[in-house]
């Protein structure tokens, strides 16, 4: 059965694409969140009504993301959370906390001036990666037994 | 029985003390992670042995204390999560998500300009607080059924 | 140990009184929700601010409740779940999915003409009562094996 | 893999038809509770014997639907829980709390009318529609990303 | 996906065959233990080796047997108990008690004069059948929504 | 704590208090159905209602005894389960099923003679013993580290 | 569906083929842990960078290899665990007591001479085998019912 | 609540007394295997009668055992596995997989020399400790907040 991963995090770079087009031979499925940041902000007003609260329209659009998230997650083997540069990032830490209550295999992507921010991440996590292609890499080790080189 | 309540979040402030003083003539226990920010930071290194490299001397610290910080979240009824103006706080985040999927009661605690960032870890809470004294309301209604004022 | 009963449901009668009387001498320790209509319905707002849509007004109050009730069901042995003549009382019909989906064992407490109506209810359940004494004296024979007469 | 979309509660209008039309180009697999009211009231005395108890009769038939309704919300991703216009429908509310205690993405469809009465069914689901073209929306959104408009 | 049926107790009678014929145009799989008496019997020495003590004899043959009885009743959708004219049958009370605290829907399927001794393992069950043909009505229904005649 | 231990199975032989005579010193506490045989077939009627058709007679007691053994097997440490002589016992044999899946220690009790038969059951016991005696014996080394003699 | 079989332990010989062979014809899948020696120990520092210390080289490798590891043992029905006659094997063992807080069906496989030292071990198995054949008729036989000879 | 902790593994020296004095401050309730080599080995045929195999006098043995491990283990906050200098102890690994398994916090306690052995025990392990006395400052500080010196 093909390995199921999780894509978890930031949605400003290409990490997601790097990953699956360097597992495209792998026997892998992928799934994460919507990445379209404004369809992801507003999907729940656009759907459900607007909300003149700003909470409240978060609320409504948080809610109908997580019908995804939780989802993905808990049908994944593999969550990997990645960390960008900037924001606060709060949903990946909190989906990598979601996803290691769950028993999921965790790998952690991030530069290293965040390490010590994320050292409980890290240590909930079974690899630290630096780059998609170290993720892709363990992908290839973790399904064929083959290691890079 | 008593009601078990976990503190995850930002030590740097009295929120801790405030909602316990609080919550003095409740039948509340209370947890909490080590607050001593240097002895949290240092326990692996100082028990077993100094590690050259910061990734690893982090990584036997985080580890210590996610012995008492997983038991006290899954001992808890109610896990408050507490995001400060100041840092990343990804182990805060980390701690709701693991508290989410693992079926507790969060009350998240935070100002109004984290609410945006905050939205996913608010969707995962049964209630969202400002103050302290807010907690302890909530804890005082739900154990006693009264209300402020 | 003591049986812990949680008593759901109807709020507008003193059955939850009765079986608490009637059972005075068991060992058992009874929970139930917040049963003061008025502070039910407003605690969300009360604690937490106002919201100008009744909508988010019971939301709020609704998840306030909803860490008493949680709680109070998945720590129970036996729910009581007690329909009345009045009312669509969804929420009791929600504990009583919450609490077989949980394993809990269910007694319901209703008058004859719920029956058809709560016939996917009463299967859920070991035991369908129309009083409240035969509820305490079931609890009577569960604990002490002693029967009514 | 294909959304797994759990249609309960009331069986008197065709919005499951209409989700389903809906739906029709999604990877979605809808399951629902025998929709044919006669048949369901009636399933069990019609396999297993007639009972003069009318209490029973139900019983039987209860019983005999809970083997697919229980299949039906254990096996899903999603669960919507339709609220109409009449009846008591505490079966609806029982599968909304028998999905929240099993995990599931709650979606509810009800009109404003019944707002206050399900607040507690609301709390524990990710959405609230007004139509059926609403679920429809957030399946799209879900499964693909794209809003509506 | 088809419902998957596993078929305990009684192996001296055509009964599984029945249900099997009987559902041949519905989306079931079937399962059911080894039935072929002799070989339940002596598989564990057969392969693993002789045993001078038919204590041990017995155990290696029932463990052997339970690799495939624990599979069998973890991974169906409904589990048929049935309970012949003769023998003690304690296995199949076993894997009925197995399934019911593994939450699976259970059918007992037994003659009237088994009933009495039979009553806290029909307590269990969402329906008691006579004849094999009630099972494949039941299992009709529950996929089809259609009932017999 | 205190070991749990439930005792179930046979009812008309002074099994029970052998054991709980002889585990006098011991740091257990004891659970076990109602033994009075009577009390334990009418419970159901003699606090619901009579019935007219034994089959019901007897599932309302069967229920009604259920909330008792389920919360016995489940906060158990151990589960003693007795076969006597006669009888079918197919509640013992269930109860032990029951057990079996929520992963409790098992210890049977009975004669030679049903060896085979309980084969399967025999299988998933940590142990096998003759008499009360032994089943003493047991308690006395995993709690102590004493062995008789 | 097809049985899933996880073998574990020993890379040193070929019993794993020897077992896929033999089974060539059955309705199994296989699944392993990496059994290329260097790649297993190196995997971690060969991917995710060099570590001077070798307790850290070792525990980057040996987190990479749980992620097929864990995967494998928990999509597991059968979980085959061999001790060969040299070295600690302590992953093994470990295998062997994570397969049976999982639930799963173990199957041991070993020497006689380690009979005493893995009796904790055999006593979780449901079956213990000397030579790699027994385990293929054991695979044999769960599935067809069929005995060698 | 006092921490609960079981101590696995090596019973030749006395470190469990190291670790049991040194805590004698803490709120530690602490378990353990019966350590007395000739009960723990003798215990299944002193009670349960003689076998003249040694293989099943060591199954009986070694399941009388397991009654007490697998509650230790299973109660158990923080799980301790002392391996030590000599024997194969896969008792102890397989102890640490099934404490994995459960999720349990794990310490192993173990020499130098054992490291590579190891290395799959260990990245399961929050703590690698080399003395019982790192053990007992581990249990301070995660009851204390304290670190030594």
């Not at 759907?47 to 329209?57: N, T």
């Not at 960390?83 to 952690?108: C, H, L, R, V």
Request: charged share 25%; glycine share 8%.
């Amino acid at each position: 059965m093909a390995l199921k991963v999780y894509l978890s995090g930031e949605i400003h770079t290409d990490w997601r694409e790097q990953i699956m087009n360097g597992a495209a031979g792998l026997d892998v499925t992928f799934d994460a969140p919507v990445t379209d940041h404004a369809a992801s902000d507003d999907c729940g007003v656009a759907i459900l009504g607007a909300e003149p609260d700003k909470f409240w329209h978060d609320r409504k659009g948080a809610q109908v993301n997580a019908i995804r998230t939780r989802r993905g997650i808990e049908g994944a083997d593999v969550v990997v959370v990645r960390f960008g540069e900037k924001y606060k990032q709060w949903n990946a830490a909190f989906d990598a906390g979601y996803a290691a209550a769950s028993g999921k295999a965790i790998i952690t992507l991030h530069p290293e001036e965040h390490d010590h921010a994320l050292k409980e991440v890290d240590a909930a996590a079974l690899a630290m990666a630096r780059t998609p292609a170290q993720v892709v890499q363990i992908l290839t080790y973790v399904l064929n037994g083959t290691l890079p080189g």
